[in-house]
């Protein structure tokens, strides 16, 4: 089983609430994530104690530069962000401030799984 992972302090909230559904890393990723895969979905820091939120699955996996982001991946990644230099502010944030609009991006959609 393989995990997506995001910083409690950015994402939690809004992972509980299933208003992130879509996550954007740095580089082609294409290869790592598939579609129909089962992952988990936790919170922590990296190298450190994480909190699994829920199992989801892996609805597409689309490889673009960070210029060619539509304004569905950007709301999906981040509800609260509207334009593409507040991806570009928060990925310098995660991978340090040489990202840069011509990057290549993998965006991966989820989906919570329910399990009873």
């Known amino acids: 089983m393989f995990a ?5 302090n950015l994402y939690e909230e809004v992972l509980k ?6 996550t954007i890393r740095l ?6 994530y598939q579609v129909g895969e089962l992952v988990w979905v936790t919170v922590g820091q990296r190298y450190g104690r994480r909190q699994k ?21 950007i ?3 981040n509800p609260e962000f509207r334009t593409k230099d507040e991806v570009l502010q928060l990925l310098r944030r ?21 399990e009873y």
Do not use: C, Q, W
């Open 27 to 32: 580089g082609d990723k294409g290869d790592k």
């Open 17 to 22: 609430t299933g208003r992130k559904s879509a």
């Open 75 to 77: 709301t999906k990644e």
């Open 94 to 114: 995660i991978y340090g401030p040489e990202v840069n609009l011509e990057d290549t991006i993998t965006i991966v959609y989820f989906s919570p799984v329910n």
């Open 53 to 73: 939120l829920f199992t989801a699955i892996i609805d597409s996996v689309d490889v673009k530069l960070i210029a060619d982001l539509s304004p569905r991946d």
């Open 4 to 8: 997506l992972n995001f910083y409690s």
